[in-house]
């Protein structure tokens, strides 16, 4: 039980978005659809960005 924080960060050619699911929690991220582009996760590309699972704790997402 908690918030849930978002953020996000432009940094040149990619942008940074952040997300804290507090803990004995779960949270579903939707990214809109990119073109030319592809979202990753711990350096891995992830393959649908349409609902992205994610439990307690901090998620870094790099979308380029």
């Known amino acids: 039980y908690g918030k849930i ?3 996000w960060k432009r940094s040149k050619n990619k942008i940074n978005y952040e997300v804290v699911v507090p803990p004995n929690s779960t949270a ?14 711990n350096k891995e590309q992830i393959k649908n960005t349409a609902l992205v699972e994610v439990s307690s704790g901090k998620h870094i997402f790099i979308i380029r």
Do not use: D, M, Q
Request: no cysteine.
């Open 5 to 7: 924080v978002s953020s």
């Open 28 to 41: 579903t991220i939707t990214f809109p659809e990119l073109k030319n582009k592809a979202v990753y996760r």
